[in-house]
């Protein structure tokens, strides 16, 4: 075969290629202007002495300047204070860990059911935190919270109901 067939051959499978993922992406714009309108609501929504034990996890390492953004955002969510459980998951190897620790402090002196759990070897990294904080976790849901995301005070309110339908396994929710 000469080599002039070879390189159209391979062009024509990558125009192909091309044609393919384009496709793929006009099928997807396609779908969310069909279905942009369209709410979903929870199957049932709990009573307030119904709603289920939640764990959040908020997985830190060195993150100084947002710590004390996050955690005031996290203290003032508007869940029952005795079914809400805060882990603070910090691998900080910097002034990040003192500061994260007197601030749980402060915290808990409000009657806030929150954990400062510092793990000495990073084994996994973030994801090696959010297993570990599970093992201590007495939650019947788990909401993880980035460093850099500030959740509103109805967050969980507003996600906790989705997993009164049983097929639900996991919500994700907007910034």
């Known amino acids: 075969m000469p080599l002039s ?11 192909c290629t091309i044609a393919l993922y384009s496709f793929h992406r006009l099928l997807i ?4 202007y069909c279905h ?5 609501q929870p199957a049932y929504y709990y009573a307030d002495t119904d709603l289920p034990n939640v764990t959040v996890q908020l997985p830190i390492c060195n993150v100084l300047y947002v ?3 996050l955690l005031k955002a996290v203290s003032q969510l508007n869940y029952p204070l005795d079914k809400l459980e805060i882990q ?3 691998d900080s190897t910097d002034e990040t860990r003192d500061l994260c620790r007197r601030q749980v402090q402060q915290l808990k002196q409000q009657n806030l059911n929150i954990h400062h759990i510092h793990r000495q070897q990073r084994q996994g990294f973030k994801a090696g935190a959010l297993d570990y904080g599970l ?4 939650g019947e849901l788990v909401a993880i919270f980035d460093a850099d ?3 509103m005070p109805d967050t969980l309110l507003k996600m906790v109901h989705h997993f009164s339908d049983p ?3 996991m919500v994700q929710a907007r910034c």
């Open 167 to 169: 097929r639900v396994c």
């Open 67 to 69: 710590v004390a953004r």
């Open 29 to 32: 714009i396609w779908r969310f």
């Open 5 to 15: 067939d070879i390189v159209i051959n391979a062009y024509d499978l990558l125009l």
């Open 135 to 138: 093992t201590l976790a007495n």
């Open 149 to 151: 995301f500030v959740p």
């Open 36 to 40: 942009r309108h369209r709410s979903i």
């Open 88 to 90: 603070v998951l910090d």
